[in-house]
Each structure stands twice: as C-alpha cells, then as structure tokens.
C-alpha cells in the first residue's frame, strides 16, 4: 500500500509539474492536466491514510499526512480562489514545494 502510494504520488508530482510550467508561462491550464493531478494526489493519500490505519507503525505517517494537509491550503486557495496570475504563481510555487518535501519524506520511508 506505501508503494501504491508513492507511484499514484509521483504521478500526482508529474502532472502537477506540467500544471505549474503552463501557470508559469501565464497560459491557462488544461482542464485534464489539473484533474489528473488531483485525482491521483487524492488517491495517493487516501492510500496513505488506508496503510497508516492498518500498520503498527502509524507514527511515520502522521507527519507525512500533516505536510500534505498543509500543502492542501495554497492549493486549494488556487482552485476556489479568484486572484490575479502573480499571487496564483507565489501559491503554486509555495503548494509545489512543500507538496515535493513531502513526496521526498515518503521516499525515505519507501527507499530503505
């Protein structure tokens, strides 16, 4: 369950990269690309959540879940939100970065 986790993540990170190239251009993004990332970031940590549930070793996803919950904050100001391109760029690099030390923290739980 980790390592469906961390594939439907990286998936997550790809289309999420492609998402902040297009905003970085100031071009709209396409409809598919955003929602492929969030279907599969939401999967991702609902399987998270699924293994922190049934391993005994809960405590080395708490922290994991929590950085992904404060990842959600800017990029769900993105979503709802209606401001002007610079401020969406400043929370898309700020969700990408903390959402990216996230999928690295995972990967060494998933690594070793």
Known sequence: ME???TILLFIGVVFGFMAFTHL???MKVPRMTWMIHLIMVI???VAL???ALATEKVEKHYNILVIFGIAMIPGLLILFGKRDMATKKALA???GL???FGFFWLLTYVLP
Do not use: D, E, P, R
Request: aromatic fraction near 12%; avoid cysteine.
């Open 3 to 5: 390592l469906t986790a």
């Open 24 to 26: 970085s251009m100031n």
């Open 43 to 45: 999967l991702g940590v």
């Open 49 to 51: 959540i699924i293994y």
């Open 93 to 95: 690099m700020m969700y």
């Open 98 to 100: 903390i959402g990216l």
